[in-house]
C-alpha cells in the first residue's frame, strides 16, 4: 500500500517553470462565479476538474460515479458560490473540500465498501484507481507543483502511518474500518493518524499559492 | 454527555472524516454550541487545504469538461433520466447476445465485452440508485400550485439514506422576462437558496439536489418567483409553494 507515486512522472528538467496563480487572479475567478460569469466557470472546470476526479475517483474506485460527484461539486461552486467565503480559504481548496465530503457522503450512504475492495483488488491495487497517466508535460498542469509538495510531505512519513493516512484520508474509511483492514488496534490507528497529521500541517502550512 | 477534551482530542479526526457516523454526528452537534471548536476546525480544515492534492491528476474523459459546465449551468444533458434504465437495459440485451456470438470467435474480443457488459451491469447498478431516490423515498411531500388558469404542483422524494432530494416541478407556465422561478430549502437557521427552476409549461421539471452544504436540519422547501438574478438570501418575492416535511 503506498501513496499514489508520481515521482516516476516529474517534470522534465527544460519544461516551462512554474507560474504562480497569484492571490488576485484566484480573486477575480471567484468573483467571476459571484458575477455569474460562465468564461469564469469554463475556467474553473478545465482547471480543476482533473484534481477533483483523483479525489472523488481514489474514494469510490468507480469513473461514472467520481464523474457524477464532481458535476455536484461544480453545481453546488456555480450555484452556490455565496457559501464559498473568500476571507477564510481559496477557491481550489474548498472545491477539494465539497468532492471529497460528497465522495464520503455516497459510500458512507451506500455501504459499498465491499464490492469497492473486491474492485480494487480487480484492479491490482491502491494506486491504480486513482494515478491515472498523466499528460507527458505535467509541469504545464496547473496545481502541478503543488501535487509534488504535498506527495513529497506524505513520501516522508513513515510508511505505517502512511499507510493509515491513504485509508483514512483518501480512501474516506473511518477509525473502527482501518483498524479492521490492518488488523490493528483502534488505539494504533488513532495515534498513528494523529502523528501522521501533525507532520503533514506542518509540512503543508507554507503552501499557500495554487500553482499553474 | 461527552466531556469537552474528547472534542478537543478528536478535532483533526473530525476534519479528516475519520469518525465513525455517530461520533460525527455529535461533534457536528457541538460545533453549533461551540465557537472553540468551530475556530479550531476552520484553521485545521485551512493547514490541511491541499492535502487532497497528494493524489496524481485524472485526465477527464474527452467532453467531460463540457458537460460538467453544462451540468453545472443546469442545460440538459442527453436522455430524460427516466428513460436511461430502458435504454441500458436495451443496450445490455445487445451485449449479451453479442456476447454469446463472440464465445465462437477470438478470446479478446470475448474479453472485450465482457468487459463492455460488466461496466453496463455498474451503469445500470449506478441508475437504480438513482431511481432510488424515487423508489426508496422516505418521505414523499407534495403542494399544489394554482397559477391562473394553469394548475401544477410540487413533489418532492427525500432519500435521507443519500441525503438527496428528487424534486419534480409541473404544471408552471414559462416564467415571465425578468423572473425565475426559485427553489428554497427551509432549515432551523433560515431560508437557503437552492437552484433556479426552468419551467416551460409543458414537461415537467426534475431536479437531483443534494442537502445544502452547512445546512445542519432541512425541515422544507418553497417555490417563489424572484427577479432574475437576484441573490439575496431571502426570497423577495411572490411564494407559489410552501412544503414541511
Ligand atoms: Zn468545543
Known sequence: MAVPDSQHRLPRPDAPGPRLLSDAREASLAAGLIARDERALVQLVEVATPWLLAVAQAMLADRDEAEEVVQEAFTIAWRRVDLFDQSSGRLMPWLLRITRNRAIDRLRGRRRRVDKARRLLALGGLGAGSAAPVEPDEAGTPGWQVHRAVHAALAALPPDQRDVVQLAYFEGLTHSEIAGRLAIPLGTVKTRLRLAFDKLRGGLSSLKDWVV | MIAHDWFVEHRTDFVARTLEPDEERSFTEHLGGCADCRAAIARLEQELAWLPMGLAPVPPRPGLTRSLVAGALGERRGPPRWLVPFALAASLALSLGAWFWALGTTRAFERQLAQERGRLVEEL?????????????????????????????????????????????????????????????????????????????????????????????????????????????????????????
Open chain 2, 125 to 245: 447498478a449506478m441508475t437504480r440508485d438513482t431511481l432510488g431516490i424515487i423508489r426508496e423515498a422516505g418521505m414523499v411531500r407534495h403542494a399544489s400550485i394554482s397559477m391562473g388558469k394553469k394548475q401544477g404542483g410540487m413533489l418532492i422524494f427525500a432519500d435521507e439514506r443519500t441525503h438527496r432530494w428528487n424534486v419534480v416541478v409541473y404544471g408552471l407556465p414559462a416564467s415571465e422576462p425578468g423572473e425565475v422561478c426559485q427553489f428554497w430549502f427551509i432549515t432551523d437557521s433560515g431560508m437557503v437558496r437552492g437552484v433556479e427552476v426552468k419551467t416551460d409549461g409543458r414537461s415537467p421539471a426534475l431536479l437531483t439536489l443534494p442537502m445544502p452544504p452547512n445546512a445542519r436540519n432541512v425541515m422544507g422547501a418553497a417555490l417563489t418567483i424572484e427577479p432574475m438574478g437576484a441573490t439575496g438570501a431571502a426570497p423577495a418575492g411572490v411564494e407559489l409553494a410552501h412544503l414541511m416535511l
